[in-house]
């Protein structure tokens, strides 16, 4: 729910694009000037602080799936606006500008895909549309790719961007934190693998339901990751938060996340996790 | 009556009241037959209140549900039940008093009762950290929910939260693990569970004790993904936009009931239920009741296979 709050990891909606169109870019975490084509050659992970830059669902699926494919499902899935809500702006206009600035028709793409010759059901979050908030559709592909899982029995990899619920959908998003978690009881029953990776940001009604629910939690290094925004905490506290505070190196030391893999390990990993859990 | 613990609208009513109890003292004190002069009143104040309550904004509803003298759980557990054994802790870390829990009888049927406790008074208030679950809280409500699950008895849960406590501590300790697994763990909870939404419902804090087979809503209580003022702070930059977001954000009873969540409205007393915590609590119980003794006739497989569908129904889209 606080997918523009700012953060020094530079988490905010104004800067709605992290990659760089430059032949030259800057790492927004340490400041370093870097070759682009030398930034995409190395999975948009700066070499000098190994920040990992934001990027588009299609870079991930480049990166992770056999042969970049994903056998896209419920792609004509689109949002509606029951609560006919308005801030600002319309939500259906909010919806539109989004579609045509993602190139998606919401947040979240769900299909079949392989890793390793493992036939998996694969959802991915975007965080361009809305800070990849969850409103009824991605609830609802969420929910179908848990279901593609159980129909077919393969295991499951959802990789998380969200700023949490849209808040434009009310308690309608609210509830897909409660639709996707009975159907991850479900899939845990039957005793299929779920591997849930986190990536920067991670946070609120989206961590607080399916994120957090794999059976390996694995996130990208210096993730912003938690249930309530780092400003909140600050106004409802008072106090300045502590160095590195809700980072997914925060977490793993907490002993909420398996373990942190870099981009550039992150096929290899779910390769060797998919072979473990093989049965 | 302190004047901070009347609402604005609620003046005209409380100065109507006031005055017909003086009348009421006057005229035994001076041993004067003035009771058709206080039926008219009586009946005035009837009216007046009808008139005041059927056109509250969204904004006027979160307020009942803040109401500083509306029923918290604690009080619905001593006017619903009899014999509450509160059970305490999390086994893991504390006992979170911002949730509270325990086995009671109602009606002499034995069963499990959660909620969130907010306070009365400042001291208390902090005590219960205003309603605020901590990790702890939620993993003691789990705690408690599968007690219940083990010994075959049904669960009732009174959501009144303005949301999980976003701290330093909440976070080091997996608030949002812990919501996740009680949405997960509950919807496979083998025994019937009841959800009252009695106040406040905010947000992932009120759905992490939140799932169930029924959920019910009393009349004045609201629920949504965000409370008014962090959604007016976030969208209008501005926590004062606080009466537009509520009315943007569908959050009533009403509301709930048109988006296919919440399955009852419990209608309150005149007033809203602080003005008749017994009432209100006997019409609950009522409902309460009967809600179990309808689901303890379904096979536990139907149960459990409805209280999935109910949720996996959940969302409005087009495709
Ligand atoms: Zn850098």
């Known amino acids: ?279 | 009556m302190e004047d901070r613990q009347v609402l604005d609208f609620e003046k005209p009513i409380v100065e109507l009241q006031k005055k017909i109890s003086d009348m009421k003292d006057f005229a035994s004190g001076a041993n004067l037959e003035l009771s058709r002069e206080i039926q008219s009143l009586e009946s005035k104040l009837e009216k007046m209140r009808r008139e005041i309550f059927s056109s509250l904004t969204r904004w006027q509803k979160v307020q009942l549900a803040r109401h500083p003298r509306r029923p918290h759980t604690m009080d619905y557990i001593h006017l619903m039940t009899t014999d509450f054994l509160e059970l305490h802790g999390d086994r893991c870390f504390a006992d979170d008093k911002a949730i509270v829990g325990g086995f009671a009888m109602m009606d002499g049927k034995p069963l499990l009762i959660v909620g969130q406790q907010k306070g009365r008074d400042t001291k208390q208030n902090l005590y219960h950290n205003f309603g605020m679950p901590h990790p702890e809280g939620y993993r003691k409500a789990l705690r408690l929910f599968k007690l219940a699950e083990k010994f075959s008895k049904p669960a009732v849960v009174l959501v009144d939260t303005p949301g999980a406590f976003p701290g330093i501590g909440a976070e080091e300790r997996g608030q949002a693990e812990a919501i996740a697994r009680n949405l997960r763990e509950m919807s496979v909870l083998k025994v019937p569970v009841v959800v009252v939404i009695i106040g406040e419902g905010a947000s992932g804090g009120a759905l992490g004790i939140g799932i169930g087979d029924r959920i019910y809503m009393l009349q004045y209580a609201w629920y949504s993904v965000i409370s008014p003022e962090g959604c007016a702070a976030i969208l209008w930059r501005d926590a004062a936009q606080a009466p537009q977001a509520a009315e943007s954000l569908k959050l009533s009873a009403e509301d709930l009931q048109e988006l296919k969540i919440v399955d009852k409205i419990i209608e309150e007393p005149p007033g809203g239920a602080h003005n008749d915590p017994e009432i209100m609590a006997l019409t609950l119980k009522s409902e309460i009741l009967a809600t179990l003794a309808e689901l303890e006739q379904l096979p536990i497989d139907t149960l459990l296979q409805d209280r999935l569908n109910k949720f996996r129904r959940m969302g409005v889209y087009r495709e």
Request: some cysteine; hydrophobic content about 40%; overall charge neutral.
């Open chain 1, 1 to 279: 729910m606080d997918w523009f709050k700012k953060s020094k990891r530079g988490f905010t909606g104004s800067e709605k694009k992290e990659i760089p169109d430059g032949l030259w870019s800057k790492c927004p975490e340490c400041g370093e000037i870097i070759y682009t084509r030398q930034l995409e050659q190395g999975f948009w992970v700066c070499p000098n602080c190994s920040y990992h830059f934001r990027i588009p669902s299609q870079k991930y699926l480049d990166m992770i799936l056999d042969d970049g494919h994903l056998e896209e499902c419920d792609l004509s899935l689109e949002s509606r606006d029951p609560l006919k809500f308005k801030d600002s702006k319309k939500y259906p206009d909010r919806v539109k500008s989004a579609q045509a600035e993602a190139g998606m028709r919401d947040a979240v793409r769900a299909g079949m895909g392989k890793i390793g010759s493992v036939e998996i059901s694969f959802a991915i979050m975007d965080f361009r549309f809305i800070g990849g908030s969850m409103g009824s559709v991605v609830g609802e592909a969420v929910a179908r790719a848990i279901e593609r899982s159980i129909e077919r029995n393969v295991p499951l990899v959802i990789l998380s961007c969200s700023g949490g619920a849209r808040m434009q959908e009310g308690i309608l998003s609210l509830m897909q934190m409660a639709k996707t978690s009975a159907l991850l009881a479900v899939l845990a029953e039957k005793k299929i693998p779920y591997i849930s990776v986190l990536t920067n940001p991670t946070t609120a009604g989206v961590m607080a339901s399916y994120a957090s629910l794999g059976d390996v939690v694995i996130a990208e290094p210096k993730a912003l990751l938690g249930f309530a925004g780092p400003r909140v905490i600050q106004q409802t506290i008072g106090q300045d938060l502590p160095e590195g505070f809700q980072s997914s190196e925060f977490f793993l030391e907490k002993g909420f996340l398996d373990k942190i893999v870099g981009r550039s390990q992150l096929r290899e990993t779910l390769i060797l996790l998919l072979k473990y859990f093989q049965r």
